[in-house]
């Protein structure tokens, strides 16, 4: 247990912080989970608005320092590989 008043205000923003992040965290798989879902039943105009809105999602994550860049980068870039296959997987038939 903490003894120093330091310490215990320490304890207390960690958990703050904890609850917050997970908060961010759980947004950002609600959204990518939309998203795939929507590529799944091959529906490419609600998979693009899904799309917009994880992208601004992990920006915001991004920002807060909740995520690294570089993984939001990277989330990104994979998300958006997908979409465009499917957009020439579904321009294809």
């Known amino acids: 247990m903490a003894n120093s008043a330091s310490a215990k205000k320490r304890i207390q923003q960690n958990e703050r912080n ?3 992040n997970r908060a961010r965290k759980s947004e950002v798989k609600t959204a990518t989970r939309r998203f795939m879902d929507a590529l799944q039943k091959g529906d490419l105009q609600i998979a693009e608005e899904a799309f917009v809105h994880v ?3 992990l ?3 991004a920002a807060k320092g909740t995520l690294h860049r ?3 980068a990277r989330r990104k870039s ?3 590989r ?3 296959a499917a957009k020439v997987a579904g321009g294809a038939s």
């Open 18 to 20: 904890r609850v917050r």
């Open 55 to 57: 992208t601004k999602k």
């Open 59 to 61: 920006d915001q994550v």
């Open 70 to 72: 570089n993984t939001v």
């Open 78 to 80: 994979r998300l958006s």
């Open 82 to 84: 997908r979409l465009n």
